[in-house]
């Protein structure tokens, strides 16, 4: 790795929906800048950075790609995200690792949902943020229209920092606005003089002194405006507007001039970590400092084996050195050192603050590790989005049953927004992503990479099972055929478990006549109370009680689904010398459970999620009438920047599973949501009817 400067290091990630050019535009700069020789294309598979089977057979990027390129003595590392809201997981590890994003805007699309919600995310992460228009050279540009409604979402910070020379097929690269040329080119679609001032301004507001000598009427240099305009970006003030075409290189060229005159390096930007005692302090970019780095992405190459994406924000990391990671209990040793270009690699000894490299076959590295040297600090975890969609997976054939866990494991490790568990209740293996189509590119990457076929279902709704009443009842079990038997009875009551008790204050002998003893199961709600007088029941049955009633719930008593929020008080029961055992009580127990549940009203409960969904403001009433026709209840709504609405909402899992599709065609594609589990409430009688109808035919066929 050439050796640069941290303060000439501009670390940059491409951010923007889909299609809008963004890997074109990376790889029409690797060209220009003598990285490659031809612009890759994405159409025809050649790109440098869409390199995975799945990105070339689909022609969009999946995940991030990291490339470099050196411009006016600036070293530019380019992190180039996927434009789907499918793989925001990419964009918001991408994000952690720079100080500039980019949003790249389909200059005939305009701004989509994801345009949207990258600029949103740079912005909370205090980003200096650049906003690139591509396609200048596409038919249909409203080009007045675009840029009103760019200075409208985006605020009155955005600005032109160059303005395009024609539009459409007479698109023929840019002109600045910050230093003008004497003589305008014509074509230009709208006022540089106006555009001038507003930049000036803009700049200006950044800087006191700047503010003063503008107010007097003095011209400011060339220097002052370039240092001007780098201090209000960093800001977040100025939010510059470029204009470029990726398929002829229009603009490409000022694009890398701008990115090296104007993106912030490492040292422009405060970085705050945490010590071990959760101080609160600020990191030094200085190469001689403590080593305090960070994993931001981890891929699985199928060639190079497992590469953990490393930002260096302090010290240096060296090859062959040992480091302490936040994901391993003992020091890990560093082996190779990769320069990413893309596809390729390149090793390299050590990395600075700034750098971005990637580690080789480092199994106890996982996204968001801190990797640290002569320091306590410990940078904050990334946070990524809840994977909500789910379908259950299962092997296709035999010969993938002894592959298919190593093989979504690898998923899982790479992508952070992708998770893999074994419903104890269902049975079901259910991976869960951030939409179909997102399972669905895991589904080809088990295949290409990994050669593991697998069937998919819609998976089935953990539903549990609870009573409403109060009841108690007995069960002898009496089990004789030649030599010794089987002999226990219990007595058992069953009350409903409110959630809101403290264990210590309610369960007492004032509360539970006799109570000897309790154990409380917290993720259930369930009580087991021991009540027994006189020894009717030997101590050492009555662990198998409580075991047989255990077991009795996991099965369930109305539909087979786990019971929960209820009480069990053991307060009589009768042995055998001979014939009694833990067997014996574990079964009457069993039996008992479900004799007396059966009596206590048992109803079914159903998983209630919490939902955000964000939508234009003029599609509000189709979502909030559909959401009615789901059992959905509006908690409320807020506004959002750029026109769209909040809405706050409540709905039952088994109707929102694959909300994902509906919300994208009642909003015509420009929606989005998330959802988190809330609680569990009663199932309406009339759609548990249909459940326990269900399970009793599913139980009839397995029999």
Do not use: W
Request: proline share 5%.
């Amino acid at each position: 790795m050439a050796k640069h400067a941290v303060s000439d290091i501009r670390n940059v990630a491409l951010v923007g929906h889909g299609a809008s050019g963004k890997t074109s535009l990376a790889d029409y700069v690797l060209y220009k800048e003598g990285v490659a020789k031809r612009a890759g294309s994405v159409e025809d598979g050649t790109s440098l950075l869409d390199v995975d089977e799945e990105e070339k057979h689909h022609k969009h990027t999946l995940t991030a790609h990291v490339c470099h390129f050196v411009h006016d003595g600036k070293r530019i590392n380019l992190v180039d995200t996927p434009g789907y809201p499918d793989f925001i997981g990419q964009v918001i590890g991408a994000l952690r690792a720079v100080e500039t994003a980019v949003v790249v805007i389909n200059a005939a699309a305009g701004i989509e949902v994801n345009t949207h919600r990258t600029f949103q995310l740079a912005g909370e992460r205090g980003l200096a943020r650049i906003v690139l228009v591509d396609k200048v050279d596409q038919e249909n540009i409203e080009f007045e229209r675009l840029l009103g409604y760019l200075q409208e979402t985006f605020g009155q910070g955005c600005v032109p920092l160059n303005l395009p020379i024609g539009i459409g097929p007479a698109f023929d690269g840019v002109v600045s606005t910050l230093t003008v040329p004497s003589k305008l080119p014509s074509g230009v679609p709208t006022s540089v003089a106006d555009a001038n001032s507003a930049l000036l301004d803009a700049i200006a507001e950044s800087d006191e002194q700047l503010m003063m000598k503008y107010l007097e009427g003095e011209e400011l240099s060339a220097e002052e405006l370039r240092a001007g305009a780098c201090k209000a970006i960093a800001a977040g003030t100025l939010i510059p507007i470029l204009f470029a075409s990726a398929k002829t290189g229009g603009g490409v060229e000022e694009f890398a001039q701008a990115l090296a005159d104007y993106a912030p390096p490492p040292t422009a930007v405060t970085r705050t970590a945490s010590t071990d005692s959760g101080e609160e302090t600020t990191i030094d970019p200085d190469p001689s400092g403590p080593l305090v780095a960070q994993v931001f992405k981890t891929r699985i190459d199928p060639f190079v084996a497992k590469m953990s994406y490393v930002r260096v924000y302090s010290g240096t990391l060296k090859k062959d050195s040992q480091v302490e990671s936040t994901g391993s209990d003992k020091p890990v040793k560093i082996g190779q050192l990769l320069d990413v270009q893309g596809g390729e690699q390149e090793q390299v000894d050590e990395a600075g603050p700034g750098d971005i490299v990637a580690l080789v076959k480092m199994e106890e590295l996982h996204t968001g590790n801190t990797l640290r040297s002569g320091t306590d600090l410990t940078l904050s975890t990334i946070d990524f989005p809840t994977p909500m969609v789910g379908l259950a997976v299962e092997p296709k054939s035999r010969a993938d049953q002894t592959k298919i866990s190593g093989a979504l494991q690898k998923v899982v490790e790479e992508d952070p927004t992708f998770t893999v568990y074994r419903d104890p209740q269902t049975k079901e293996m259910v991976m869960q992503g951030m939409s179909e189509l997102h399972l669905k590119i895991v589904q080809e990457k088990l295949a290409d990479r990994d050669h593991v076929e697998v069937v998919t279902h819609q998976p089935k709704v953990p539903y549990r099972e609870t009573v409403n009443a109060n009841g108690e009842g007995s069960y002898r079990h009496k089990k004789q055929s030649g030599g010794s038997g089987q002999f226990a009875e219990v007595h058992l009551r069953l009350f409903p478990l409110p959630h809101d008790i403290h264990p210590e204050e309610y369960f007492t002998r004032d509360n539970f006549e006799g109570l000897r003893e309790y154990h409380y199961d917290s993720d259930l709600n369930f009580a087991f109370l021991d009540c027994v007088s006189g020894g009717s029941v030997p101590n050492q049955f009555i662990p198998a009680v409580e075991k047989g009633v255990r077991e009795r719930m996991e099965r369930g008593v109305l539909a087979g689904y786990q019971v929960q929020d209820v009480a069990v008080a053991l307060f009589f029961g009768k042995d055998h010398p001979v014939d009694s055992n833990e067997t014996a009580f574990k079964m009457a127990a069993s039996i008992c459970f479900r004799d007396v549940a059966q009596s206590c009203k048992p109803t079914l409960l159903e998983p209630v999620v919490d939902m955000l969904i964000t939508v234009p403001a003029d599609h509000i009433g189709d979502v909030t009438s559909d959401l009615n026709t789901r059992r959905g209840r509006m908690e409320g709504m807020d506004e959002a920047p750029g026109g769209f609405t909040i809405v706050r909402a409540k709905a039952p899992l088994a109707e929102v599973m694959t909300y994902n599709r509906s919300l994208s065609s009642l909003s015509g594609g420009t929606g989005s949501f998330t959802m988190e589990f809330s609680h569990y409430d009663m199932v309406p009688p009339n759609e548990q009817q249909k459940i326990v109808a269900a399970a009793k035919q599913e139980a009839e066929e397995d029999h």
